[in-house]
């Protein structure tokens, strides 16, 4: 009979405790199942991150070292330089045009205090650029000097370790997305990045961002993204949902033949929407990694 107790307590306790330790939600998920080259996994990434935030434990080097390729959400430095002409107004319009004197002034006061461009300075590095290119000059700002950059580690391992590069959509096709948005709402999402960027809930969405990632919840990371204030519900369906749902047919077809690594933003992985859900549908099974 105690015996009996003592094992009783071990089963119980036992799978207590292996309930506790159990993730739910991860960074690093595996992808199995339906004719997977298996493993394969998939990673949410920040595109860019302070440096002493920067989190690389060695376990993740070692699930793409030991990869047959990597893809990301496009093929690689080489591949964004393709994009530079898709980045540039059609001839005769200028970035001013967009922006009223009063939201002018506003952009030229913040880059000379945020950004260490004068007006003149500015007025050359984007006169002939359309107002989404702004916004990665404004998002990099918010990391400091210097951040770090996922995408950018990952690439230069893989190149270091012969690992080939792959992407989900082309350059052409991830600016199509941003052209498709109206020139307006670039400007609106601009303004509000300026406004945020200017009073203490900049400092602390930015921060709030990077601890929900650190925490690794995807649905939070998408719902922190999809609805933040710059954000709208035509950016989620433009930049999330309509992304990931034209990645599905690519995954499915690079995991059925290769041993893949596959990194993507954070905020595409979780939500009703979100990469992760998507290939469950599928048919596949998705494991979270602990890091």
Not at 110 to 138: C, H, I, W
Not at 146 to 175: H, M, R, W
Not at 204 to 213: A, C, D, M, P
Request: hydrophobic share 40%; with cysteine; aromatic share 10%.
């Amino acid at each position: 009979m105690k015996n009996l107790f003592v094992v009783t307590l071990f089963i119980v306790f036992g799978f207590s405790s292996f309930a506790q330790n159990e993730i739910t939600s991860s960074l690093l998920w595996e992808i199995s199942g339906k004719k997977v080259k298996s493993p394969c996994y998939i990673f949410g990434t920040m595109h860019m991150m302070p440096k002493e935030d920067f989190y690389f434990p060695e376990s993740l080097k070692e699930k793409l070292l030991h990869s047959e390729l990597l893809v990301m959400e496009i093929g690689g430095i080489s591949e964004q330089m393709k994009g530079m002409n898709l980045m540039m107004l059609d001839s005769g319009n200028l970035f001013d045009d967009f922006f009223s004197k009063e939201q002018l002034d506003t952009l030229f006061q913040y880059a000379q205090a945020n950004l260490g461009m004068d007006e003149t300075k500015m007025r050359k590095s984007l006169s002939g650029m359309k107002p989404f290119v702004l916004l990665q000059l404004l998002s990099k700002n918010e990391f400091g000097e210097n951040p770090e950059s996922y995408e950018l580690t990952f690439e230069t391992l893989a190149k270091q370790n012969q690992i080939p590069v792959d992407g989900l959509e082309t350059i052409e096709e991830q600016l199509g997305f941003i052209n498709n948005m109206a020139n307006d709402q670039q400007v609106k999402m601009i303004m509000s990045t300026i406004r945020g960027s200017n009073n203490d809930d900049s400092a602390y969405n930015s921060r709030k961002l990077i601890e929900i990632y650190l925490g690794q919840n995807i649905d939070e990371i998408h719902d922190f993204i999809a609805k933040s204030d710059t954000n709208s519900e035509e950016f989620e369906e433009t930049f999330l949902n309509k992304r990931n749902a034209n990645w599905i047919k690519p995954i499915q077809k690079i995991i059925k033949n290769k041993k893949a690594f596959i990194a993507v933003g954070a905020g595409h992985l979780g939500g009703e929407k979100g990469v992760i859900q998507l290939l469950k549908n599928a048919g596949y099974t998705l494991t979270p990694i602990k890091m």
